[in-house]
């Protein structure tokens, strides 16, 4: 069984920067499309980035130009660069797959970002 394992949320000023990671308990990353989501209170689920196995990456709008999605197969982690953050980025942040079933989700990982 795969395990997913988020880190690096927090809180930060609106302009801030922070840098997602996501590690899994076994070697997955070379095989799937990996993606990251987002929840925001009272709102659905959403992917805000996806990086495919050959790392071709592809963004939400509104995270585009400001998020950027990399991969490290051997360490079996995923990265979310996250800069000018805003205020309506505030969600908790889980990665999974992209195409096909889901993982397991992990806990995810918390970002605020205040005005």
């Known amino acids: 069984q795969v395990q997913l394992v988020e880190s690096g949320g927090g809180l930060v000023q609106a302009g801030g920067s922070l840098r997602l990671s996501c590690a899994a308990s076994?070697?997955?990353?070379?095989?799937?499309?990996m993606g990251w989501y987002r929840q925001a209170p009272g709102k659905q689920r959403e992917v805000v980035a996806h990086?495919?196995?050959?790392?071709?990456?592809n963004y939400a709008e509104s995270v585009k130009g400001r998020f950027t999605i990399s991969r490290e197969n051997a360490k079996s982690t995923v990265y979310l660069q996250m800069n000018s953050l805003k205020p309506e980025d505030t969600a908790v942040y889980h990665c999974?797959?992209?195409?096909?079933?889901?993982?397991?989700w992990g806990q995810g990982t918390q970002v605020t970002v205040s005005s």
């Open positions: 999974n797959t992209v195409f096909g079933a889901y993982y397991p």
């Open positions: 076994r070697s997955i990353f070379s095989i799937k499309t």
């Open positions: 990086i495919t196995t050959r790392g071709i990456t």
